[in-house]
Nanobody, 124 residues
């Protein structure tokens, strides 16, 4: 069984940065695509970014390109999300997810494992 644990969330001022981590345990995820999603209060969960199993392919939500960077360290079984120039509208619970396939997808329904989420709050 795979467990995903997010960390790195917190309170930051608008314009600031945070780095989220997603640590996996249970088995290696070096063959798995992994992604970040977020859900703001009262809104549906939305795609943020995804990275292929090797890290060679990434994709981002159009509104986040240039501010967010997804990466992974397969030796540590960990994925990251560097978030810069944060805006109040970025506030949400951020979830990491992994799928048994190594191919990227933006569809949350195609992920097999989910973390519990980490809260990101951005003050204006």
């Amino acid at each position: 069984q795979v467990q995903l644990v997010e960390s790195g969330g917190g309170l930051v001022q608008a314009g600031g940065s945070l780095r989220l981590s997603c640590a996996a345990s249970g088995r290696t995820l070096r063959s798995s695509a992994m992604g970040w999603f977020r859900q703001a209060f009262g809104k549906e969960r939305e795609f943020v970014a995804v990275i292929s199993s090797t890290g060679g392919s990434t994709s981002y939500a159009d509104s986040l390109k240039g501010r967010f960077t997804i990466s992974r360290d397969n030796a540590k079984n960990t994925m990251y999300l560097q978030m810069n120039s944060l805006k109040p509208e970025d506030a949400a619970v951020y979830y990491c997810a992994a799928r048994n396939s190594g191919r990227v997808t933006k569809e949350p329904g195609e992920y097999d494992y989910w973390g519990q989420g980490t809260q990101v709050t951005v003050s204006s």
